[in-house]
Nanobody
């Protein structure tokens, strides 16, 4: 069974930074790509950033481009989301997701592209 566990969320002032981590575990875990999504209260879950391991491609939502960076962590099977210049509208629960089924070089930007999900970590940006 694959497990994804997010960490690093918290309360930060606008303009500040946070670094989210996602640790993947499971005896046979191997993914083609991973991504970050977020869900604000009363809104649908939305794509934030994704990475395809095979091609190395990364894709970002327009709202976070230039401020967020997705990358592989130093530890095996770890995904990082570095968030800088945080805005009030970045407040949401952030979810890590993994694609273990689709062997392509595409970075999926919809939830259907991912088959495993973490439980989420809260990010709150205050003024």
């Amino acid at each position: 069974q694959v497990q994804l566990v997010e960490s690093g969320g918290g309360l930060v002032q606008a303009g500040g930074s946070l670094r989210l981590s996602c640790a993947a575990s499971g005896r046979t875990f191997s993914s083609y790509g991973m991504g970050w999504f977020r869900q604000a209260p009363g809104k649908e879950r939305e794509f934030v950033a994704g990475i395809n391991w095979g091609s190395g491609r990364t894709t970002y939502a327009d709202s976070v481009k230039g401020r967020f960076t997705i990358s592989r962590g130093n530890a095996k099977n770890t995904l990082i989301l570095q968030m800088n210049s945080l805005k009030l509208e970045d407040t949401a629960v952030y979810y890590c997701a993994a694609d273990t089924m689709q062997s392509t070089e595409v970075v999926f930007t919809t939830m259907r592209g991912y088959d495993y999900w973490g439980q989420g970590t809260q990010v709150t940006v205050s003024s």
